[in-house]
């Protein structure tokens, strides 16, 4: 068998299995009818009953099917297709691994790729590391940089983690795809990345290599705890590093930039054994933090305590020197309580009012604060002149914020919004808001896009484009044109994050799909089943 043919024996067999578990009649056999089984199925039971059936949370489940509409639109043996086609057969593992399904299985990589592959994770880190380094002229260029815009306890803790000379290394692997791919920082790398022919599995090149580096990072994680990486891991590996280092390699033989991937692959197994043991090593840093934490509040009682003893030797120095009635050595008591409650409430007001501070920021839509648009998804970014955050966002749309410096209390900072790369923005990108200790900022976002609808409407038998089909949003209708695409503009009071869509045309089944996300400038794709 050749290895396409292979592959496609791998990939009928995930859709067989996951079509069974979730009784698809008939069961699909390619990721088209699949993905139309699975929506049809989605509004028939509802997300969350059909993400439980396979073992994953709602999230996860709106992940695998962006997974699997990326096979849909990337079904040949191309470079995108078999990028699609391993994203697809990775879920499949993690699927089998929650479900108890069983799934055909490669044998496993010879030792040869697999400390191949574990080369390239540790080469990914270190060429990151170095056009960072490059970009901003030197480490002490980088570290002025960083420490206008990076919270000074964070440039800390990465200075005394971090090799002499090379702040970066202090870094954890999110932290510094973090530096390479934030809104702010990624124009730097930009004209890295212009070759059409790299980083088309989105839209936007940005995207994707997000997409790619959240997936090295999931790799660093199964080896950081003793797993031998799965012919799926190392295969995906294999092309994410060929599909994102090659144009850094093409820059560094056109002498735009020094940095040169080829010698950070060059290391012996010792040394790669090293690296992976520093990983390990990252994990119990963060235990270490946390005893570090509570040391900090032992301390701060201890100079309670020991402000309390001062106050008590301070009295019996007193009472030996006065040697007073025991009417006096009443009142020297007394006056000495008082001072010793004086202390102990000026320390506490000085440690009250300089200390870190919590704040709650709650995210909500266009109608108010019960407008729930996000929940367990995404983050909310705070910055300030001289701090900048990040918290998730909980169930209740809620970011919680710890450990903010006491002077950012009344001053104004501004908020922004990231949601796994969906276009929620603020409502009034320039607002700045006030922050009070322990208290609740209202912070309006909404899904940028909203506004309207595109997309194709495709035969799900042929692939050709179904003109003439009626997509309606609740009251709103807009007809496909020749090419089977529609443009569906929809009124400020019918807007929602999500919409129910419905598509009908003469020759084919009602389609349905409930809860789409409207998504920026993305476009939705329809698959009608022929009903002849």
């Known amino acids: 068998m050749d290895a396409r043919s292979f592959e496609r024996s ?81 879920w499949g593992e993690t699927i089998a691994e929650r479900a108890g399904l069983s799934q055909p299985t490669p044998a496993m990589t010879g030792e040869e790729g697999q400390v191949l592959s574990l080369k390239r994770v540790r080469a990914v880190e270190l060429i990151l590391r170095s056009l960072i380094a490059e970009t901003h002229q030197g480490q002490d260029a980088l570290i002025a940089y960083l420490g206008d815009r990076v919270p000074q306890e964070t440039l800390q803790k990465w200075s005394k983690a971090a090799e002499k000379g090379n702040i970066l290394s202090g870094t954890t692997f999110s932290e510094l795809a973090s530096l390479f791919i934030g809104k702010e920082e990624f124009p730097r790398y930009a004209k890295l990345f212009q070759d059409d022919a790299y980083l088309r599995l989105l839209r936007d090149k940005r995207e994707t290599i997000r997409e790619y580096l959240e997936d090295i990072r999931r790799v660093r994680n199964v080896v950081a705890h003793h797993k031998q990486l799965s012919d799926v891991q190392t295969e995906l590996l294999d092309l994410y590093y060929q599909d994102l280092v090659t144009p850094i390699q093409h820059a560094k033989d ?20 090293a690296y992976f043991n520093a990983v390990r090593e990252d994990i119990q840093a963060v235990r270490d933090d946390l005893g570090q934490l509570r040391g900090e509040v032992r301390e701060g009682f201890a100079e309670l305590k020991d402000s309390a003893t001062r106050s008590e030797e301070k009295l019996g120095d007193i009472q030996q020197t006065l040697r007073t009635s025991w009417l006096s050595r009443k009142m020297v008591i007394a006056y000495a309580a008082v001072g010793i409650v004086v202390v102990v409430l000026g320390f506490v007001y000085q440690h009250y009012t300089h200390r870190p501070f919590t704040v709650t920021i709650h995210t909500h839509g266009p109608k108010g604060p019960t407008d729930h648009i996000l929940s367990n998804k995404g983050k909310v970014l705070l910055k300030a002149t ?19 410096p006491s002077n950012l209390i009344d001053l104004p900072v501004q908020l922004d919004v990231e949601a796994m790369g969906e276009a929620y923005v603020p409502i009034d990108p320039a607002a700045k808001y006030t922050l009070q200790r322990d208290a609740q900022v209202a912070f309006p976002i909404h899904l940028s896009g909203s506004e309207r609808l595109r997309g194709i409407v495709r035969d799900l038998a042929t692939g050709a484009p179904v003109p003439d089909a009626q997509v309606r949003i609740k009251t709103v209708i807009a007809s496909t044109d020749a090419t089977g695409r529609f ?11 999500f919409q129910d869509v419905e598509v009908t045309c003469k020759g084919y089944a009602y389609y349905q799909d409930k809860q789409v996300p409207l998504q920026g400038d993305g476009e939705m794709e329809v698959m009608l089943e022929p009903t002849h």
């Not at 049809?40 to 709602?58: F, M, T, W, Y």
């Open 10 to 90: 791998l990939e009928e067999g995930l859709l067989k299995a996951l079509g069974e578990r979730l009784a698809l009649l008939p069961v699909p056999t390619d990721s088209a009818a699949f993905l139309a089984a699975l929506k049809r199925r989605k509004s028939e039971e509802g997300s969350k009953a059909l993400a439980g059936s396979i073992g994953l949370q709602v999230p996860e489940l709106e992940a695998f099917e962006t997974v699997v509409s990326g096979r849909v639109r990337h079904p040949e043996a191309d470079k995108e297709g078999r990028i699609a086609l391993y994203r697809l057969l990775s």
């Open 254 to 273: 056109q002498g735009r930039i020094t940095t040169d991937p080829k010698k950070f692959l060059d290391i012996s197994k010792e040394e790669l054994t």
């Open 386 to 404: 001289d701090f900048q955050a990040e918290a998730p966002i909980n169930e209740r749309g809620e970011a919680v914020f710890t450990q903010v």
């Open 487 to 497: 443009d569906l503009a929809i009124p400020l009071e019918l807007r929602e994050p």
